[in-house]
C-alpha cells in the first residue's frame, strides 16, 4: 500500500471517529475561536501613534476609570447579590411551604427581561419623576437612577436569579445529618450557620460570586440607559464601537472584559473543582 493511500484511509477513519462531533466543532470554530482570534488580532496589533487596542484602555485615563468604574460596579453587585440570595436559595433547597414555586419562578424572573427594560423600570421608579421620591416624599432620590445607586440596583435586580440558582444546586445536595449533628451537640443557629453551612457551601458562594460579577462586567442594556453620571467600560465601548467607528479600541475594552471576566470564573470555580 502506498504512502499516499495510508494517510488517505488514516485522514477517513479519523473523520469517521470526529463525525458525530463534526457539526459542534464547525459550530464552535464558526461562532467562537474565529471571532476569538479577529477580536485579538484587532485588539492587540499596534495601529495608532503605535498602541494597540488594550494599551489604550490601560493606558488612557478616561477608560482606566470606566474600568475601575466596571470593577467597583460589578464586584459589590456580586457580593450584594450573594449575600442577599443566600437566605432565599437556602429556604428554596431545604424548606417545604406554601408559594415555594411562586417565590422561585419570581427570583428567575429578571431571566426573561432585556437589560434594557431594565433600565426603562429603574428610570421609573428613580428617575426624575420617578414613582418611589412621590410616593416616598423624598425629593432627593429624584434623579438617582443615573447615578452609582440606579446602576447597582438594576444590575443586582438581574443578578439575583444567577446566584439563587447556583446557591440552590449545592444547597439541595447538603447532608441534612451534619445539620442535625450541629444541633445534638448544643451548637447555637449562628453557630450552625458560620462552622457547618457556609464551610460546606464556600465552593457554591465563590462560584456564585464569579458567574455574578462576569456577568455584571459585561452588562450593557440597562448601563447604556442609566450610566449617565458613572463611567462604565461596556458603554464607552459602544461609543468606540458606533461613535468613533475605533475598532481597534473595542476590540481592546472586549479583551480586556473578558480576560477579568474569565480570570474571575477560573478563580472562583477552581476550589469547586478540585
Known amino acids: ?108 424572573m429578571p431571566l426573561a427581561l432585556s437589560g434594557v427594560v431594565v433600565g426603562f423600570l429603574t428610570v421609573a421608579m428613580l428617575g426624575q419623576a420617578g414613582a418611589l421620591p412621590v410616593l416616598l416624599g423624598a425629593p432627593w432620590l429624584a434623579g438617582s437612577a443615573y447615578g452609582l445607586g440606579g446602576l447597582g440596583l438594576a444590575y443586582l435586580y438581574f443578578e439575583v436569579p444567577r446566584a439563587t440558582l447556583t446557591l440552590e444546586a449545592a444547597l439541595g445536595a447538603l447532608d441534612e445529618g451534619l445539620f442535625d449533628a450541629a444541633r445534638t451537640l448544643g451548637a447555637r443557629p449562628g453557630q450552625v450557620v458560620r462552622y457547618v453551612l457556609l464551610p460546606l457551601c464556600a465552593p457554591a458562594l465563590r462560584s456564585a460570586l464569579g458567574v455574578t460579577f462576569a456577568a455584571s462586567l459585561g452588562s450593557f442594556g440597562a448601563a447604556l440607559i442609566l450610566a449617565g453620571r458613572f463611567p462604565v467600560l461596556t458603554v464607552e465601548l459602544y461609543r468606540a464601537l458606533t461613535g468613533t467607528l475605533d475598532d481597534s479600541l473595542a476590540a481592546g475594552m472586549a479583551l480586556v472584559l473578558a480576560a477579568i471576566g474569565g480570570a474571575m470564573l477560573a478563580l472562583c470555580t477552581r476550589g469547586r473543582a478540585s
Open 1 to 108: 500500500m502506498s504512502l499516499e493511500m495510508m494517510s488517505r484511509n488514516r485522514f477517513l477513519v479519523a473523520l469517521r471517529r470526529l463525525g458525530p462531533a463534526l457539526p459542534a466543532a464547525v459550530l464552535v470554530t464558526g461562532a467562537f475561536v474565529w471571532p476569538v482570534v479577529r477580536l485579538c488580532a484587532v485588539g492587540l496589533l499596534p495601529v495608532r501613534g503605535g498602541h494597540s487596542g488594550v494599551m489604550r484602555v490601560l493606558g488612557e485615563a478616561p477608560y482606566r476609570r470606566a474600568l475601575l468604574g466596571s470593577l467597583m460596579l460589578s464586584l459589590g453587585v456580586s457580593l450584594g447579590a450573594v449575600a442577599l440570595c443566600l437566605p432565599a436559595a437556602l429556604a428554596l433547597a431545604r424548606g417545604r411551604f406554601r408559594g415555594r414555586r411562586l417565590l422561585r419562578a419570581a427570583l428567575a
